[in-house]
């Protein structure tokens, strides 16, 4: 099972693509509000009913973590205490984690790097505190997945399907979205 975490003001096209591939490559996954509502809105005032809520997640059944950037999205998710306290948890288990866009700040502001390579958004790349910051699409190294921005969304969950099942089920999603 792979975790979304929507928290309002999220970046849609990146919470939404993930989502989306993630099901093309028959992924098991869940979106998870970390509001008071099962709906939450993103940057653009999207809304999107979450499949459940935050006090119901199961870390220990989750294969990966998945934090869409998005402001103030990437704000509310530094800022939401038990969810900081699950994450961190959850990577000190060696258990992979990806971020896209301004998330990879909630990763750093976590201490979860420690000498990674990783990608955030342009222009804030002093946030990546203990990473190195490459300015690439899309970076994969060891257990942690960062992509750049909403226009690298389709790629980054790519990374995620490829190292969740393996090449080949990449390769095939992305023939399906002649890519």
Known sequence: MVYVFLAHGFEEIEALTVVDLLRRAEI???????????????????GVESDMMFKNIEPERCGMMVLPGGMPGTTNLCNHK?????????????????????APMVLA?????????????????????????????VVVD???????????????ALA???YLSGKEKAEEVKYGLQG
Request: with cysteine; net charge negative; glycine share 12%.
């Open 82 to 102: 038990y969810f900081n306290v699950v994450l961190k948890e959850y990577v000190a288990e060696g258990k992979p984690v990806a971020a896209i866009c301004a």
């Open 28 to 46: 098991q996954v869940k979106t998870v509000s970390l509001m008071e509502d099962k709906t939450v809105f993103g940057a653009h005032g999207i």
């Open 160 to 162: 995620i399907i490829e």
């Open 142 to 156: 060891d257990k942690i997945i960062t992509g750049r921005g909403p226009g690298v969304a389709a790629d980054f």
């Open 109 to 137: 502001k976590a201490g979860l790097f420690d000498g990674h390579r990783a990608t955030i958004y342009p222009g804030m790349e002093e946030e990546l505190v203990n990473a190195v910051s490459t300015g690439e699409k």
